[in-house]
């Protein structure tokens, strides 16, 4: 492995190659670009698109209690919530965990989302509305509102960390999952997910569900920064269905790079939350290793070996590289 | 045939195109051409004098060039007379034409300008009124040569007319209406001195112009004749003076004869300023009495015929289409700009994807560039600023109201219309835009959605990560700003747009390069090993 002194702030690029790792422009330029194709991306970029798939494919997704399309519907939302106390309210075309609220709690006057805000009614609707306009939209297109069951957190990372819920994203390429890691809230991210946004994560071994490493901030950490709780060797839950899945939604969405993003609930194990066509390059820096050769290696089998019974030995390769 | 190959095929035809066509271009360059509206002339002096010996010198004041006259080609000088260097004698100009004559007796000598007018070019554009210095100050207060500045008639009038103690620009107006209606233009026959005319109620051009200056001299507002042509055709040519008055550190033109105030017509040619005589018998530095008597002047102007027209159509062919040089010449700076423009993308996915900077939106700092080139830079970014923080702070507060998306835009680009008018009222008021003057007006739409960004960044992010993001989209409209101004380029790109094929070329290599980033060397830096810490 190369050397780097401590003043150095800065590695060379043929240090990031013997280290394997994708730069932004070789994963647009060789892999988004040919494998993904743009009349798919509707299927990840529309959460309502991908959450019909799943439910096509028989993958678990959070039940969808109501789309609303146009401003009349949210006078109905009352109606539409009916007597269930929690729900979460997202925007179908959003990106980066925007737009997303979370209800834990309701009394019809009064909604408090898991944190504990307040919101009222009227702010309710207003934000329904904002979503409708389009104001959390990737090109501020009017959207769509859904709303949906609320994911109430499985226990292993409930434990973890407070607020926010942590997800699990695997990244695919060409239906293999190349890696994955779990992303963990903190106060810093302010309860998103994102490790841009101050989020933890930590890489998963491929093959036996268990976490490795730690980063937050760029930097390797071992505990969670606001419960202290260690974040490496956690087994994910049903980490084998969560692999299946992946790989199922991958086939139908015949997109060939992608991230799906799961969420382990308490009840139903891991659902689909979301999946994206330009999934970011911090994996690399959570599993602080290369994801190139490793596509790379993707790359170079023969058809059959891409089957789904045979994939199982090409993880296994691939978690070896 | 797979993405590589094409791309080296399409590099390829574009190399050859480009090539093809800057070689095309140069080999057939086409001869200078002019607009409509536009004429050329040839103005000629005529002299004949006496001289007394050989040595004998005579001045000619040039034409000047002005906004929209220049003079074409150099004069052309009779063979029997020399011309002499520029020495710093009398009230010589530097432009002035100094010619000594070979031997005595009577010469019959001409001169010939060729001058080229229009209407629109501007040859001139950046052209600023240097302040007085003081000793022109005193000379443009003092009396001259038919100029009684301390006469009693002269304070009498201004006395009168400076009733309500106006401001310089009103009194000088005041003073002007004065003297066209009270001084009735006299012929040639009547006085070309100033003060008679005022207290006759008649004079000449001369005497007018003379009252006029003396009227505005007493009034403590800097005034001068100036002498030269109304260039047009006609029975009678001559020269012709009117009277500048320097007001608020800009020469403005009054002329009594045409009742032009403040500007003149664009025919109008200065060729001498304080004075009148625009050839003139001088004695050389040496002697005191070697000097041309008898001195008679004439001038004529003659139309040339018109050269070819730029914008006739079909005269030579579908492919002056490419001359872009036969587009009008008020088209010629903005298409230079906006021919820049492409180096400015070029420059914006060079940050983007070989360095990896961020910016607000992907062309917003390239339109900021674009709205600074066309405006004062100072005064614009003065508006910006203010338009921004205040921008902020209103996006801020509506936060509160929870309006709708397009609705809340919709005000934000309201609030930025007015902050936008109100800074331009504002430096206009205090003159802070004196040179140029036109307007500050920046990209309405562009600035709201600045201010929308930048909002939503601060709430999302956080207020450090919008400020850094600010910075880097400032930093990169200034360094397009500063390409964009860089007037060489321009007249290059502008003589040879197919350069743009090779701008193509470089954006297609940048679109295939699939290396790191710069910025993704850091961002990766701890996905290589360390040294490990020095052991003891």
Known sequence: MTQRSAWRFWAWPSELRDQGILGINRRNGRFILPMNQRKFYPRVDEKHLTKKICHDAGIPVPDTYAL??????????????????????????????????????????EFFTSSGQRYTFAELTYHMSAILSGLYSLSGQPDLAIIEQRIVCHETFARICQGGTPDIRVVLYRGVPAMAMVRLPTQASRGKANLHQGAAGAGIDLVGGCTFGGVCQDRAIAIHPDTGHPIAGVQVPFWNDLLQASMRLADNLELGYIG?????????????????????????????????????????????????????????????? | MNA??????????????????????????????????????????????????????????????????????????????DVVPYRPIRAASRKDLTLRTKKAGQVDCRVEFKLHLSRRADWRPDSVDKPLTARDQSKYLDKGRGIEVGHPSVAETVNRLRDGNPKPQELVERLFEHCLRSIIPGGDAASNDGTEALVRGTGSTLGRARAFTALCRAC??????????????????????????????????????????????????????????????????????????????????????????????????????????????????????????????????????????????????????????????????????????????????????????????????TLVVMLMVLGVAVINHFHWNPHKGETVLLPMVILTNLVERFFVTSEEDNLSEAGRLMGTTMAMAFVIYLLLNFKNLGTLMFDFPELHFFTVIVLILMGRYTGYRVSELIRFRDLVQRDPPPQE
Request: charged share 20%; glycine share 6%.
């Open chain 2, 4 to 81: 590589r190959s094409s791309t080296t095929w399409v590099i390829a035809l574009l190399l050859l195109l480009g090539a093809a066509s800057i070689a095309l271009r140069i080999k057939y360059k086409p001869e200078p051409l002019t607009h409509p509206g536009e004429s050329v002339w040839k103005l000629t002096y005529f002299a004949s004098f006496h001289a007394r010996k050989a040595g004998a010198e005579l001045q000619m004041a040039y034409p000047e060039t002005t906004r929209h006259s220049t003079v074409l080609e150099s004069p052309t000088t009779p063979p029997e007379l």
């Open chain 1, 260 to 321: 799906v993003d799961f969420v382990v609930d308490a009840t139903l194990g891991p659902v689909v939350l979301e999946a994206n066509a330009r999934p970011g390059l911090n994996i690399q820096v959570a599993n602080r290793h290369g994801l190139g050769p490793r596509l790379k290696h993707i790359n170079a089998q023969p058809p059959e070996r891409f089957l789904r019974e045979c994939r199982h030995e090409l993880i296994a390769e691939v978690a070896r590289i």
């Open chain 1, 68 to 109: 609303i399309e146009k401003n009349g519907d949210v006078r109905r939302f009352l109606e539409i919530i009916g007597d269930r106390t929690d729900f979460v309210i997202k925007p179908a075309a959003g990106s980066a965990g925007r737009g997303i609220m979370v209800i834990a709690r309701h009394n019809g006057q």
């Open chain 2, 220 to 413: 403590k507002v800097p005034a001068r004749l100036v002498t030269g042509f109304e260039i047009k055709l006609g029975n009678t040519f001559r020269p012709h003076t009117w009277v500048e008055v320097f007001i608020d550190g800009r020469w403005q033109s009054y002329d009594l004869e045409n009742g032009f105030a403040r500007e003149l017509d664009y025919n109008f040619v200065p060729v001498r300023r304080d004075g009148v005589e625009l050839i003139r018998a001088v004695n050389p530095l040496d002697t005191v009495d070697v000097a041309a008597t008898d001195l008679v002047t004439r001038y004529t102007i003659e139309k040339l015929p018109a050269p070819p027209v730029a914008t006739d159509p079909g005269t030579e062919g579908l492919l002056q289409i490419f001359d872009l040089r036969r587009l009008p010449v008020k088209l010629h700076e903005p298409i230079k700009v906006i021919l820049i423009l492409p180096l400015g993308a070029l420059f914006t996915a060079f940050v983007r994807t070989i360095v990896g900077i961020r910016t607000f939106g992907t062309f917003t700092p390239t339109l900021l560039a674009l709205a600074f080139v066309f405006n004062d830079l100072k005064s614009g970014i003065c508006v910006f600023v203010v338009v921004l923080i205040t921008g902020f702070i209103s996006r801020t507060l509506l936060d509160r109201l929870k309006l709708l998306l397009v609705p809340r835009l919709g005000i934000v680009l």
